[in-house]
């Protein structure tokens, strides 16, 4: 019933439709350059950036008096480049690392964001109230032009990309060589930089400065697991963005006094959570069941050996051994009777007495076929 | 052999008042297979990284068949270090040999079945056609090398610059990697490369450039690849070096490598 009434709601509600159309357009346009971020090891450099943008949305509406997203999403564009430009030039002229430098900018510009918001706050009029929504995000705020605004840069930002794509790729798996094909890479690195700085300040609004890193590194991470393809990996990126972002801001906007950042990177979590888990080649449920089948695999391959082992002392090789001789021969580590009984599935060794095991035919061949293998690995 | 490949005059460069490499003045000839060989910390990515523009220098020129190392990039392949990449880069064996052909195509230019070929005839010359759709990060070191060397040699450049391409290689890949090498020698192409065993290199190489951040001595390898030489290259820890002692260069080799 109430989900029926939600999808509703989200064709015919004007509030509800401007919310998920805005943090669609977040998530796909953060989740296609978060790619590249991530890629870059640069993760924590959107951290930097989205913080660092904090003064620019201050100081943009003390200039002007305006709230239009335009205005806003612009100041935050610039004092998050100006905060990248310094972490860029404290690492090369200093001594200072690069997290330390990401650490200084991010804190300096935060806390100076947070003064002057504090100072926007006390000032006498109302046309401030809403401000403080950039620190953990309100998308229910949000109104159609910004959506416009958000949807005109997003597109720009995603079809720069598109055009650059060989160039970017270039510049992400290989900068060095890329230059000595004669390709401008500082140039690139700008580009591509300033389409990530823009990526994060689209979703500043709806995110807040506080949590929208979680949506450039997030998707991208969880894409990562499922493809080896960088052309999949940005469109799946893209893809988890959205719902991330369409889910929890539909999350909040319906739920009283849910803030929209944190609802939405819980909804990325489960995401990345999945996908870590389940993704088919690199999900880690799936190779610990193929590390405990190697295991077992390995542990029958080892009994059958030490049986071959045991019989070469004797004349015939199918000369019957002990339970309790195999068992020492494997170090002492138990299931020797359970790995007995595949190999006797497997007609590979057969049992003569209750409690002794001898090799079949097979079963040496199957152990020289086994010892060759390993030689040819090697 | 009266061409010039390279040109290096007065090349000095310096990571922050340390200089890397001092006053190099240096000639390759076309046609040579040639080895920088030199301690750690002598320079010898820093030369190829300065010939190819690639890092800043404080003083000297490049001059690639006698014009900047700018204009002529067409003509120069590079084989970067393996280690310098993220081998667990979404994208698949083709893909980056492709990039070899990156900087005839341009701008924007997406690359197209003309470019597919070329990557798959690359790799087949370095044995590696039936990884063409492998993803990187399945490729052993040597493999990796192999990889490398096919994207320089879609570049069909004039001039190879190699780093250390026999870095952790099989016994295999590095016959393999040798005779492509002197493949490329033999029709006429000019190939540098970075090395770090000295024993090999009469074998392998005709020609090779001495290098402690200052220049040693380059030319032919029967006249520069000398015991003398090497001590001045090498510092006093080469004392016990003989020249037809192939354990001793290779004690050396382990001490410095």
Not at chain 1, 223 to 238: E, F, I, K, P, Y
Not at chain 1, 279 to 288: I, T
Not at chain 1, 340 to 353: H, I
Request: hydrophobic residues 50%; aromatic residues 8%; glycine residues 10%.
């Amino acid at each position: 019933m109430e989900v029926s009434a939600l999808i509703n709601d989200l064709f015919f509600d004007y509030t509800l439709r401007t919310v998920a159309l805005g943090s669609a357009v977040l998530g796909i346009v953060s989740g296609a350059l978060g790619s590249y971020a991530v890629l870059r090891k640069q993760s924590l450099l959107g951290d930097a950036m989205s913080h660092a943008a904090l003064p620019g949305i201050a100081i943009a509406f003390l200039l002007t008096g305006s709230k239009q997203s335009l205005i806003l999403i612009l100041g935050a564009a610039i004092a998050g480049w100006i905060g990248t430009l310094f972490v860029m030039s404290i690492v090369r002229s200093t001594r200072i690392k690069f997290d330390s430098a990401l650490g200084l900018v991010l804190s300096v510009f935060f806390g100076f964001g947070l003064v002057l918001l504090t100072i926007i706050q006390k000032r006498p009029d109302a046309t401030q109230a809403g401000l403080d929504k950039f620190l953990f995000g309100q998308a229910a705020a949000l109104l159609e032009r910004d959506v416009i605004t958000m949807g005109v840069l997003g597109a720009i930002a995603i079809l720069t990309m598109m055009v650059f794509w060989k160039e970017f790729k270039l510049l992400s798996f290989d900068a060095d060589f890329g230059a000595t094909l004669g390709f401008p890479m500082r140039l690139l690195d700008i580009l591509l930089t300033t389409l990530i700085v823009l990526a994060i300040v689209l979703g500043l609004q709806t995110v807040g400065v506080v949590l929208m890193s979680a949506m450039v590194v997030a998707p991208a991470a969880a894409a990562r697991q499922w493809t080896d393809r960088l052309g999949t990996m940005v469109l799946l990126s893209s893809i988890f963005g959205a719902i991330a972002g369409i889910v929890g801001a539909l999350l909040s906007s319906s739920i009283d006094r849910l803030p929209t950042g944190p609802t939405i990177v819980l909804c990325i979590s489960v995401i990345v959570i999945l996908s870590l888990f389940f993704a088919p080649a690199r999900g880690l449920f799936w190779n610990w069941l193929r590390e405990r089948k190697n295991r077992g695999r390995l542990h029958v391959e080892a009994v059958l050996e030490g049986l071959y082992s045991l019989a070469l002392s004797h004349e015939n090789l199918e000369h019957p051994h002990s339970v309790a001789v195999l068992r020492l021969i494997g170090s002492g580590k138990g299931g020797v009777e359970k790995s007995l009984r595949k190999l006797e599935e497997q007609g590979l060794v057969k049992s003569t007495n209750t409690d002794e095991w001898a090799l079949t035919n097979a079963g040496i061949n199957q152990v020289r076929k086994l010892a060759k293998n390993r030689e040819g690995n090697n | 052999m009266s061409i010039n490949a390279i040109e290096v005059e007065d090349l000095t460069v310096a990571y922050k008042e340390k200089p890397v490499l001092w006053d190099i003045d240096l000639t390759v000839p076309e046609g040579v297979l040639m080895a920088i060989v030199g301690p750690n910390g002598a320079g010898k990515t820093t030369l190829i990284k300065a010939i190819l523009n690639l890092v800043n220098t404080a003083a000297g020129q490049v001059k690639i068949y006698g014009k900047s190392s700018s204009d002529q990039r067409r003509l120069v392949g590079y084989v970067p270090q393996r280690g310098s990449v993220d081998w667990d880069f979404p994208t698949s064996v083709k893909d980056v040999v492709m990039m070899g052909r990156y900087g005839a195509l341009g701008w924007i230019k997406r690359p197209g079945k003309k470019e597919q070929d070329l990557a798959i005839q690359a790799l087949d010359k370095v044995g590696m056609s039936q990884f063409a759709d492998r993803q990187i990060s399945q490729l052993s070191g040597g493999q990796q090398q192999r990889v490398f060397l096919a994207r320089a040699l879609v570049q069909d450049a004039q001039i190879y610059l190699m780093d250390e391409p026999f870095q952790g290689v099989d016994a295999t890949t590095e016959r393999a990697i040798v005779s492509l090498l002197q493949e490329l020698r033999a029709s006429g192409k000019t190939v540098v490369v970075v090395h770090h065993d000295l024993q090999t290199v009469p074998e392998y190489f005709d020609w090779t450039t001495l290098l402690n951040v200052r220049l040693i001595a380059s030319g032919p390898v029967k006249e520069v690849f000398t015991e003398d030489n090497l001590r001045l290259t090498y510092g006093g820890r080469v004392s016990f070096l003989k020249q037809n002692n192939g354990n001793g260069i290779s004690d050396l080799d382990q001490k410095t490598g």
